[in-house]
DNA sequence: TTTCAACTGACAGGTTTATGTCAGTTGAAG
DNA sequence: CTTCAACTGACATAAACCTGTCAGTTGAAA
């Protein structure tokens, strides 16, 4: 983990606004120019907002602490991937409060509670690894809500490059990888594909119905 | 990458609810036995209810596929978190979900919403790594809203334990790590400590008040 | 047009991590 | 008490990853 520390590190150093030169970052952290330029690279990557100027040095384009994130109704659907995400935490407090929704949601969020939970803010960045597919999923959960035929170009893990048109049925977060569960047209039967693996996602024009045999409360993973 | 693969795999072929045995496994995913017990060890440690029988072999406890999870007011603060990482997904429909929200907190969540809402299902497990630390964050989110000190057990990157009395502050998420801000009696300073490095957490009986100089919004990092 | 520092590619050495082999032990069931 | 297969520890090798060195190129500003 000594590079993740570096990582951090780099970021701390950044945070003062200030212009910084490789070679002082180098110094400091005591590792080569070189590690430093591989460092912003991957930090650019994963979607921190430092810019290098040549000649000048590097500099966060903005202020890494955001603004308090709050709650609506209409983005339910995020929420329920926060919460899933949040169950999977150690923390017990954090995971009985994931648990414990199914019973209440219809209830009114009293203002009250939301000044309290101002006490932190967050600052986040993705990091480039983890997001990884995760832009296959607006177009996915999109075409299993409207029932909408799907193209997907899907690398499996031998490499192999496979073309598919698909029925998207159901998405699940594994903790490591989403996986897209589906009724493959070609194959004529149940497919569970990592998101991660897909290479490009195609809505087509064609809708589905609910067919006997073809839907996802067909699909018995024990068969 | 190809172990965290070869964990998914394994996932896949225990999902079916049968009986395997670790010889068998290996053969599949051609890997020694040995590799498989050490994956199953990980897997364990990952939260996956797997359970190994000598003489039998190995089987899920339970289905891995949850119940949808929903949400609920008194849990504003996992939704804070939440929201926090969703808003970190790449996925730009998710994305603008999250970050839209602050002016919307105090409406009514309407019932209907939440039908449409069960179209996915998480199955959700932690994985070691990522949990690193969270232990700590309920003690100490405890101890910010009560502002209550604590005595902390802090291992140096450099390997040096120390041990400081803080007034807790301000958590904030960096994407890899969590950090929490506090002011240092000790140093007579404000300090950001990483949650993954505290060993130890101990609440005090002593409560802090705002004092001038002390509170987080006298924290400068620029200075 | 010179200087500065960001940036890139290639290669070599070192460290860390993953894996296989081997030689055991353990607990349950027959 | 024998069999089965999960499990453990130790060690050697192989693969992956990280880092430094070197020899460049590039873009901006003075």
Same mark, same amino acid.
């Given at each position: 983990?000594?590079?993740?520390?570096?990582?951090?590190? @780099? @970021?701390?150093? /950044?945070?003062?606004?200030? $212009?910084h030169?490789?070679q002082?970052i180098?110094?400091?952290?005591?590792?080569?120019?070189?590690?430093?330029?591989?460092?912003?690279?991957? /930090?650019?990557?994963? +979607?921190?907002?430092v810019?290098?100027e040549r +000649?000048? +040095?590097?500099?966060?384009?903005?202020q890494?602490?955001? =603004?308090?994130?709050?709650?609506?109704p209409?983005?339910l659907? #995020?929420?329920?991937l926060? &919460?899933?995400?949040?169950?999977?935490?150690?923390?017990?407090?954090?995971?009985?409060?994931a648990?414990?929704l199914?019973?209440? @949601?219809?209830?009114?969020?009293p203002t009250?509670?939301?000044?309290?939970?101002? #006490?932190?803010?967050? #600052?986040?960045?993705?990091?480039?690894?983890?997001?990884?597919?995760?832009? *296959? &999923? #607006? =177009?996915?959960?999109?075409?299993?809500k409207?029932?909408?035929?799907?193209? $997907?170009?899907?690398?499996?893990?031998?490499?192999?490059l496979?073309?598919?048109?698909?029925?998207?049925?159901?998405?699940?977060?594994? +903790?490591?990888?989403?996986? $897209?569960?589906a009724?493959?047209?070609l194959?004529?039967?149940?497919?569970?594909f990592?998101?991660? $693996? @897909?290479?490009?996602?195609?809505?087509? =024009?064609?809708?589905f119905?609910?067919?006997?045999?073809?839907?996802?409360?067909d699909y018995? =993973? *024990?068969?």
């Open positions: 983990m000594r590079r993740t520390d570096r990582l951090f590190d @780099i @970021i701390q150093i /950044l945070r003062d606004g200030k $212009l030169r490789a002082d180098a110094d400091r952290l005591e590792v080569s120019v070189r590690t430093i330029y591989r460092d912003m690279d991957t /930090l650019v990557a994963s +979607g921190v907002p810019e290098g +000649g000048v +040095g590097y500099m966060v384009r903005e890494i602490t955001l =603004p308090p994130l709050n709650l609506t209409a983005e659907e #995020a929420l329920n926060g &919460m899933a995400i949040v169950a999977e935490a150690a923390d017990p407090d954090l995971k009985s409060a648990e414990s199914a019973d209440k @949601i219809d209830a009114v969020l009250q509670v939301v000044a309290e939970a101002e #006490a932190w803010k967050f #600052a986040v960045y993705p990091f480039a690894d983890a997001a990884r597919g995760l832009a *296959h &999923m #607006a =177009p996915i959960r999109a075409a299993i409207s029932r909408q035929k799907l193209h $997907l170009a899907y690398r499996r893990i031998d490499g192999t496979t073309n598919r048109t698909i029925r998207p049925l159901h998405m699940e977060y594994w +903790g490591r990888v989403w996986t $897209l569960t009724w493959c047209e194959r004529a039967g149940f497919r569970v990592r998101i991660d $693996l @897909i290479e490009a996602v195609t809505p087509l =024009p064609e809708l119905t609910d067919e006997p045999g073809k839907r996802l409360s018995d =993973p *024990h068969s």
